[in-house]
């Protein structure tokens, strides 16, 4: 997301380029074009305006650093406009209590029943707490089943109840169940609902009044633009929400409910989520955005979602084995397993400052490991662990048994080659490095 309007801030800033100072025309001419930015990434017209007003006080007022150049401290500006514009600082949710409830609300395809998997299996496997599952839309059968599904494929219990229609008796018996065993939080899944409907907004009133959640959220789709904050407000007079969750960021959506949401509603953005994976939810931070949107990309996240897939034990592990050259296909391979948990290949490549523009237009995805894996997968374990045994006949064999060719085949092994000897070099390097540090102390 955010594509077009980077571009357009970017086209902004260099009418700035050259000018010796900032001044009421060049400040004004650049705004003109960072409001026709917002308004296309589908942000109010009041807000832009009010953005830009602020941004223009600040240029024109005393924090502007004669040291700096015009567009460089334009750009600071902005940025900090934007990062206050979408909340500042990061919200996490509350979940405590005995146990902490969080009520989950939203229009129907927001993506809410798959929100409350990846919230279960986020505060599973990050907080290590034992959630529940609730299976409180009643009105839609598939939710129940989705629901189930979810919680078996993330090893979380999901509470049901055969033939009951009173989603409100359904969360309070889960309640009660959670408490009598142990679960650390209940995560309650409501029917999709039109702000329109009011004996459905009566309905999720009626809930948030008899559980009491630690926790109300508002789960919006993020293509919807202008349509969610709309939306986010009227949710937010009936139900007095604690925060908002965008999903769909992967989309092809303008930006403008991350924006706009914050300013309009006055309820913090907490979570941002994208694609099916139950591990694609992240907190969301407002810096770490602007810094997206002006095209400083966001390597703190990305090394956050290295960390969660790369232990320091098996680090050490492979550090070692890099040393020794015994670097194998299945470390590759296991490798290639925990980059793809990290989330989409682009996404990821977007995160570090220029790489994302430089692949806007070449379709990369998870998808590309796929004949890698094949070729990997369809060689024996004694060829994985030495490749130097692939002769013709074994080659011959892996193209038929992956569906690939002799010549990817062929790649991949060079590749692979080279990337070892790389490797070697680097932890070897490193080696070095430490033994210098030693004879000097």
């Known amino acids: 997301m955010f594509e077009n309007l980077v571009d357009r801030l970017e086209s902004s800033f260099k009418l700035l380029k050259g000018q010796g100072k900032i001044t009421e025309v060049n400040v004004s001419e650049t705004l003109k074009e960072i409001r026709k930015a917002l308004l296309d990434a589908d942000v109010s017209y009041k807000i832009a ?3 830009c007003d602020q941004v223009k006080q600040k240029a024109l007022g005393q924090d502007v650093l004669k040291a700096v150049k015009p567009e460089q401290m334009m750009v600071k500006i902005v940025h900090d406009e934007l990062a206050t514009l979408m909340g500042s ?10 146990p902490g409830v969080v009520l989950v609300s939203g229009l129907q395809g927001s993506g809410k029943t ?3 998997g990846k919230l279960a299996n986020n505060i599973k496997s990050k907080r290590g707490i034992r959630p529940l599952l609730v299976a409180g839309d009643v009105y839609r059968p598939a939710a129940i089943e989705q629901l189930k599904v979810l919680g078996e494929q993330i090893g979380v219990t999901v509470y049901t109840e055969e033939g009951v229609q009173d989603p409100v008796q359904i969360a309070k018996n889960a309640i009660t169940l959670a408490k009598k065993e142990g679960y650390g939080v209940v995560i309650v899944d409501t029917a999709g609902r039109l702000a329109v409907d009011e004996f459905m907004m009566k309905e999720i009133a009626s809930i948030k009044s008899a559980v009491q959640p630690s926790e109300t959220l508002f789960v919006v789709d993020a293509m919807t633009g202008q349509d969610a904050v709309e939306t986010a407000k009227a949710f937010n007079e ?5 925060g908002v969750v965008l999903t769909k960021m992967d989309g092809d959506t303008r930006g403008g409910a991350a924006l706009s949401i914050k300013a309009v509603v006055g309820k913090p953005i907490k979570f941002v989520s994208s694609g099916e994976k139950m591990e694609t939810l992240d907190l969301f931070h407002p810096k770490r955005i602007a810094d997206r949107i002006l095209g400083m990309g966001d390597v703190v996240t990305l090394v956050e979602k290295a960390q969660e897939q790369f232990n320091e034990e098996e680090a050490r592990k492979l550090h070692k084995k890099l040393a020794k050259n015994q670097y194998t296909l299945s470390d590759f391979y296991e490798q290639i397993q925990q980059i793809k948990k990290m989330g989409n290949i682009k996404d990821l490549a977007s995160m570090i400052p220029g790489v994302g523009k430089a692949l806007r237009d070449v379709d990369i995805d998870n998808s ?3 004949s890698i894996e094949a070729i990997i997968l369809s060689m024996t374990p004694e060829e994985r662990e ?3 045994l692939i002769n013709g006949s074994r080659r011959k064999r892996i193209a038929d048994g992956s569906g690939t060719s002799i010549v990817e085949i062929n790649r991949l092994l060079k590749q692979f080659e080279q990337t070892r000897k790389i490797m070697k ?5 490193n080696k070095m490095a430490a033994l210098k540090g030693k004879k000097r102390r």
């Open 368 to 370: 590309s490991f796929k």
């Open 49 to 51: 305006k009010t953005f």
């Open 89 to 98: 600082e990061s919200s996490d949710i509350n979940i405590k209590g005995s």
């Open 425 to 429: 070099n680097m932890a070897g390097g």
């Open 114 to 116: 798959t929100f409350c």
């Open 386 to 388: 030495k490749p130097e």
């Open 238 to 242: 009936v139900l007095d929400f604690d």
